[in-house]
């Protein structure tokens, strides 16, 4: 294409001749330890930078820990209730996000199971209907039964499950993932 | 006088800065004469982006992209702050209508051969911003941080967490730890204004910069093929014989066409306001059905749809395919017939693809997949159901209510449309076929044998017996004769 390219004046390097430095080697000794500290620079900057974006992966605080739901007798037997818990590690700034539900299941005794919220299709908050024992997703349909497993709609696999223990009456959960296809919670 | 001085201080600056010298070329550059109005949509994408930026950047002096603030700071907006409630509908009315835009510029270019020789590049870098506006959709969604944006972070991150070994790693990254948290929106916020916006300017500048250098397709002629050894000099030699200076010639069009874009989001922005925010974001509570924007509706209709099968393979199979038969594009086809009257398999195929998102997008919003979640005790049962029915068939219509029947099943237009209407069911099954399908379900339907007692099974049979259409064949004769 010629048409019209924006042109500037700039000077042609081949006439400027070699320049008030007549020793090339020195030239080129100057311009390569010039890149190599330029390289040891950014290495020596760049390694804690990728650091600081890899942080989500480091292990440090950040494992699933036992957090309690509440104490056993707040979930009535024979039903499923609605559970909250606070995330193992959180920021000050999380707000309302710091919170998680989840579905409690008590069948008797200190016979638990406990429930994630989200559907495993694409993860929206599926809500528990005891008239007819079904978990159903709002978004694209999922139905579970009472013990979790799937009834009908798309999601791949029935509902995913905590972790539960119960320490002196108080209902645990092994928590701080969330919950998709390849990592239960 | 004036007109002096001006002149003075203009030749201060232009000695300075040689602004007529290298901006100059470019503004004037020749473009075919045959650019007519065919060639506005780049402009008006491009207008919308800088309105984006603009108005980005004043939300940006009062929004908080802190997760615990960000809703407290998008009702104060949306509220309180002078015009604040305009500019926010600017920025969405603007994101509309920059993807429309922007869709509209990439079939035009696609359906005039534009792409093709010696143009790859300027199509390649286009589907570049294609993606990174599609990107600036989805987190601009996600910083609107109410209900929708949560849970729709969460169907991203249960999209992304099924790429094979590296999915819940994906998931960490993005979110800024393993749950949806603090940093969550934080990182969201980063993607928004610096990062993707950034990426965006950059190509864009090479976008505009192939525009100059590579010139503006001409109108395309059935017949007149692209022949990669002689088109530059061909078009050289057309458009410095028949062209016309870009500025003042060709822009005309591109400022009425941005003239008018400017007008269409003013009024947009002032009659149908801002987008939410819809709900604060506390996942507790759970009473929400979770919807995507506009663009994104299609996708969620998709995603309703699939068979289980081949959803994973879709999720993440798709956009790599079709962003790869994109950038293949000229390459594949970079030469020969640019006119869409000899490019059948062109037209096909955005007719199909324009059929097939008018289409879901359409059932997007029906949704008829969702269940009704409040059908089964916010609806009535319609009264020429119950009108003259037995007590044993009235009971069935209280266990068909209070078993959530009707979250998936309509009555009278009624109710939820996951399951068939059940107007007419007894036309349709025999008794002992309904009790069967109602305990063991099957065809998508749960089986209510658990949850029903006998006595509520007769009673749902009883009653769905009497549901006949009102319109019913006498099977002896084949003749339709009206229920009374």
Redesign the interface.
């Known amino acids: 294409m010629t048409v019209h390219l924006p042109q500037r004046d700039a000077p042609d390097l081949k006439q400027l001749g070699p320049g008030p430095d007549p020793q090339p080697s020195r030239r080129g000794v100057l311009f390569w330890a010039g890149a190599a500290l330029n390289g040891v620079a950014a290495v020596a900057i760049g390694i804690p930078v990728v650091g600081y974006l890899l942080a989500p992966f480091a292990s440090s605080g950040r494992k699933q820990s036992w957090v309690a739901l509440g104490h056993v007798d707040e979930f009535p037997e024979g039903h499923t209730t609605l559970g909250e818990y606070v995330n193992p590690f959180t920021t000050p700034w999380d707000g309302y996000t710091a919170n998680t539900p989840c579905w409690v299941k008590r069948d008797a005794g200190d016979a638990f199971t406990v429930f994630a919220i989200n559907c495993t299709h694409l993860g929206c908050p599926v809500r528990w209907f005891p008239e007819s024992s079904l978990f159903m997703c709002p978004c694209h349909g999922g139905v579970y039964y009472a013990d979790g497993s799937r009834a009908a709609g798309p999601p791949p696999r029935g509902l995913y499950t905590y972790e539960t223990r119960i320490r002196k009456g108080v209902l645990e959960v092994k928590a701080g993932r969330l919950p998709t296809l390849q990592q239960t919670p | 006088m004036i007109r002096a001085t001006t002149r003075s201080v203009y030749d201060w600056f232009e000695a300075r800065l040689?602004l007529e010298?290298?901006?100059g070329?470019?503004l004037?550059?020749?473009v075919p004469q045959s650019a007519k109005w065919w060639y506005v949509f780049g402009s008006m994408t491009m207008l919308l982006f800088m309105v984006q930026v603009m108005t980005g950047i004043c939300l940006s002096m009062v929004y908080v992209p802190?997760?615990?603030?960000a809703?407290a700071s998008l009702e104060y907006l949306t509220y309180d702050q002078q015009m604040g409630w305009f500019l926010r509908s600017l920025h969405v009315w603007g994101s509309h209508l920059m993807i429309a835009m922007m869709s509209i510029h990439m079939l035009q270019v696609f359906l005039f051969g534009a792409y093709k020789f010696?143009r790859e590049l300027t199509w390649i870098v286009g589907v570049l911003l294609f993606v990174c506006t599609l990107g600036m959709g989805f987190t601009g969604q996600v910083l609107r941080w109410d209900q929708d944006a949560?849970?729709g972070m969460?169907?991203g991150?249960?999209?992304?967490?099924?790429v094979p070994v590296i999915?819940?790693?994906i998931?960490?990254?993005v979110?800024?730890?393993?749950?949806?948290?603090?940093?969550?929106l934080s990182r969201f916020f980063a993607l928004h204004v610096f990062i993707i916006p950034g990426t965006l300017i950059a190509l864009l500048g090479v976008h505009l910069l192939l525009v100059?250098?590579?010139?503006i397709n001409e109108r395309p002629t059935p017949g007149v093929l692209v022949d990669k050894a002689t088109y530059?000099e061909t078009?050289?030699r057309e458009?410095?014989r028949r062209g016309m200076p870009f500025f003042p010639n060709a822009a005309g069009r591109d400022m009425i066409a941005c003239g008018l874009t400017l007008t269409v989001l003013f009024v947009c922005a002032m009659m149908f306001g801002p987008a939410g925010p819809n709900g604060?974001?506390?996942?507790?509570l759970?009473?929400?059905?979770?919807r995507p924007d506009f663009w994104f509706q299609s996708i969620?209709a998709v995603?309703?749809l699939?068979p289980?099968y081949m959803?994973?393979f879709l999720i993440l199979g798709f956009p790599l395919l079709a962003g790869a038969v994109l950038i293949l594009l000229p390459f594949l086809s970079g030469d020969g017939e640019k006119h869409w009257k000899r490019r059948p398999m062109a037209v096909l195929f955005v007719s199909v693809l324009l059929v097939s998102l008018g289409s879901l997008t359409w059932l997007a919003y029906q949704s008829p997949?969702?269940?009704v979640?409040d059908a089964?005790s916010a609806l009535p049962t319609p009264a020429q159901y119950v009108k003259g029915r037995s007590p044993l068939a009235l009971q069935g219509a209280i266990v068909v209510q209070?078993?959530?029947?009707r979250?998936?099943h309509a009555l009278d237009g009624q109710g939820g449309r996951?399951g068939p209407a059940l107007d007419g069911v007894a036309s349709r099954l025999n008794s002992d076929q309904i009790i069967r399908q109602v305990i063991q379900?099957g065809g998508?339907?749960?089986?209510?044998g658990?949850?029903l007692t006998p006595a509520e099974t007769t009673a749902v049979t009883a009653f769905l017996m009497t549901l006949h259409d009102q319109w019913e064949h006498e099977p002896a004769t084949g003749r339709r004769t009206p229920r009374d």
């Not at chain 2, 100059?212 to 010139?215: F, L, Q, Y």
């Open positions: 040689g010298k290298t901006l070329p470019s004037t550059h020749a802190s997760a615990d603030e809703y010696p949560y849970w969460g169907v991150m249960a999209m992304a967490g099924r999915g819940p790693e998931v960490h990254l979110l800024g730890g393993p749950i949806i948290g603090g940093e969550s100059v250098k590579c010139g530059r078009y050289d458009v410095h604060r974001p506390d996942p507790m759970i009473d929400t059905a979770p969620f995603l309703a699939l289980p959803e994973t997949w969702s269940p979640m089964w209070n078993k959530q029947c979250n998936c996951r379900g998508n339907m749960p089986a209510y658990q949850h």
